[in-house]
């Protein structure tokens, strides 16, 4: 059984920095994709940043050049680091890998992690 914890949200004053953590367990050797997501209060889920086997990274505009997302292998651990941080980057946090599967892609997300950027 997959499994996703996230770690390292909090909080931060503005400009300040975060780096979020995500160890996954169980078999993701068919992972295709593995990415971050937030969710604002009143918002729809949004993507932040993706990592594909390739490996490419892509950023959501809103994060770019602020925000790197990485992988150790070693650790099962895939990261997110934030820097300058806004009031509008407050959100939960979650953490997804999408494995490849016969049945086509399958969704695997973390509990969340909460980030608050605030003075």
């Known amino acids: 059984q997959v499994q996703l914890v996230e770690s390292g949200g909090g909080l931060v004053q503005p400009g300040g920095s975060l780096r979020l953590s995500c160890t996954t367990s169980?078999?993701?050797?068919?992972?295709?994709?593995m990415g971050w997501y937030r969710q604002a209060p009143g918002k729809q889920r949004e993507l932040v940043a993706t990592?594909?086997?390739?490996?490419?990274?892509s950023y959501a505009d809103s994060v770019k050049g602020r925000s790197t997302i990485s992988r150790d292998i070693a650790k099962n651990t895939l990261y997110l680091q934030m820097n300058s941080l806004k009031p509008e980057d407050t959100a939960v946090y979650y953490c997804?890998?999408?494995?490849?599967?016969?049945?086509?892609?399958?969704?695997?997300w973390g509990q969340g992690t909460q980030v608050t950027v605030s003075s």
């Open positions: 997804n890998v999408k494995l490849l599967s016969g049945r086509g892609l399958l969704d695997y």
């Open positions: 990592l594909n086997n390739g490996p490419v990274t």
């Open positions: 169980g078999n993701i050797f068919s992972w295709v994709v």
